[in-house]
C-alpha cells in the first residue's frame, strides 16, 4: 500500500469538507500529519491543478478540478440510465450486440451493453477498452471532434488484424465517411477478426459529444446489407438518446 498516495487522499478529502481554506500547521494537527509532510502534498496537488494557495496568509482550499472529474461519472451515469430504453429496443430490432460508449482520449471503454441472444455473437464486456481508431463506435465520436483530434493516434496506430487502417490518412477517410453519413460502420474487424459493427454519435445538451451507440455481431452473419438496413436504427437510438439528454436540432 502507498502511504503517500493514502496521506494525499485523506488531504484532498479533508480540504473537500472544509467550509475554509485551511492552513498547514491546521491540516497537520488534525489529520497528524508532519507539517512538512503536508506541506510536500500541498505542493505536489497544486503543481497538478488540485489545490490552490490563497494570499495573504498562505491558506489552501480545492479547486474545481475534483468537481470537473466527478461531473464525468455522474454524466457518465446519467448516460446509461438514460439510454437503457433505446439499447433495449436496439437489442429487439437487431438481435445483436449493443453497445454503450464513451471516448477517453484514444480509447473507446464500454459503459453498458446488451447481449446479443444468438450463441456466435461479439464478446465483449462492460469497463473493457478498445483503441477507438479499430472500432465503429470509436470512428462514430471521433467523427464529431476537431480534425486535429486525430493527432493523438500517430504513436498508437499499429495493425490489429488485416482490416485496421494504420495511418492517420486512412483514419480521416473513415470520419469523413461517417460524417457524411451520420453513422460508421466497421464490416470485418479491425481490432479482432471477425466482427461486423455500425455506431452512431450521441450528443448532448449543447451539442456536445457524450458517446455513442453501436450494434456488432460476426460477419458471418451480418453484410453490408444488414449493416445498411441496422444503421437507421442505430442512428434513431442515437437521437432518442439525445433527445432524452435535452439535445434538439
Not at 41 to 61: A, D, F, M, N
Not at 189 to 209: K, P, T
Request: net charge positive; aromatic share 6%.
Amino acid at each position: 500500500m502507498d502511504k503517500a498516495f493514502i496521506k494525499g487522499l485523506r488531504l484532498l478529502e479533508t480540504l473537500a469538507v472544509s467550509e475554509q481554506p485551511r492552513g498547514v500547521t491546521d491540516l497537520a494537527g488534525e489529520l497528524k500529519f508532519t507539517k512538512s509532510n503536508v506541506h510536500r502534498l500541498l505542493t505536489t496537488l497544486q503543481s497538478q491543478g488540485y489545490v490552490r494557495q490563497i494570499p495573504p496568509h498562505s491558506t489552501y482550499e480545492l479547486t474545481t478540478k475534483l468537481w470537473t472529474l466527478g461531473s464525468h461519472v455522474i454524466h457518465r451515469v446519467d448516460l446509461i440510465n438514460v439510454a437503457r430504453p433505446a439499447m433495449t429496443k436496439l437489442a429487439e430490432i437487431t438481435g445483436e450486440t449493443i453497445h454503450l460508449s464513451v471516448l477517453e482520449d484514444t480509447d473507446v471503454v464500454y459503459v453498458d451493453k446488451i447481449e446479443s441472444a444468438h450463441h456466435i455473437r461479439a464478446h465483449t464486456s462492460v469497463g473493457m477498452r478498445a483503441p477507438a481508431f479499430t472500432m465503429a463506435t470509436g470512428k462514430a465520436m471521433l467523427a464529431h471532434l476537431p480534425d486535429d483530434y486525430l493527432e493523438r493516434f500517430r504513436p498508437h496506430l499499429r495493425r490489429y488484424t488485416e482490416t485496421t487502417r494504420t495511418t492517420i490518412k486512412e483514419l480521416r477517410e473513415d470520419i469523413e465517411l461517417a460524417r457524411a453519413q451520420g453513422y460508421s460502420s466497421v464490416l470485418h474487424g479491425e481490432w479482432r477478426e471477425g466482427i461486423a459493427a455500425c455506431a452512431c454519435a450521441i450528443l448532448g445538451r449543447s451539442g456536445e459529444l457524450v458517446g455513442a451507440i453501436g450494434m456488432s455481431g460476426p460477419d458471418t452473419r451480418i453484410k453490408r446489407k444488414q449493416i445498411k438496413e441496422y444503421s437507421v436504427h442505430v442512428m434513431e437510438a442515437a437521437r432518442s438518446i439525445g433527445a432524452a439528454l435535452g439535445y434538439s436540432r
